[in-house]
């Protein structure tokens, strides 16, 4: 049984930095792809960025591209999240995804393990 645990979530001003963690366990977390959903209240999860199972391809949602750094530790077991530049529009619960293969994708049924999800919040 995989198990995701996220944490780093927190409330922070305009212009601030966070720094997600999900930390895995329960299968080999290299063969596998992660991801970065965020889901706001009142609105569907979205695709925030995804790694491959190297760390060498990465992908981001446009609002997020030049603030966001998605990395991984596969030695750690370990996915990150630095979240830069954070606006308001950036509060949402996080959730990290793990995929059933190596390669990440954005629709979120490409992914069968979830976390429980940490909030952030950016007060303007």
């Known amino acids: 049984q995989v198990h995701l645990v996220e944490s780093g979530g927190g409330l922070v001003q305009a212009g601030g930095s966070l720094r997600l963690s999900c930390a895995a366990s329960g299968r080999t977390f290299s063969n596998y792809a992660m991801a970065w959903f965020r889901q706001a209240p009142g609105k569907e999860r979205e695709f925030v960025a995804g790694i491959s199972w190297s760390g060498v391809s990465k992908s981001y949602r446009d609002s997020v591209k030049g603030r966001f750094t998605i990395s991984r530790d596969n030695a750690k077991v370990t996915m990150y999240l630095q979240m830069n530049s954070l606006k308001p529009e950036d509060t949402a619960v996080y959730y990290c995804?793990?995929?059933?293969?190596?390669?990440?994708?954005?629709?979120?049924?490409?992914?069968?393990?979830w976390g429980q999800g940490t909030q952030v919040t950016v007060s303007s």
């Open positions: 995804a793990q995929s059933s293969t190596s390669n990440y994708g954005v629709r979120s049924s490409s992914y069968n393990y």
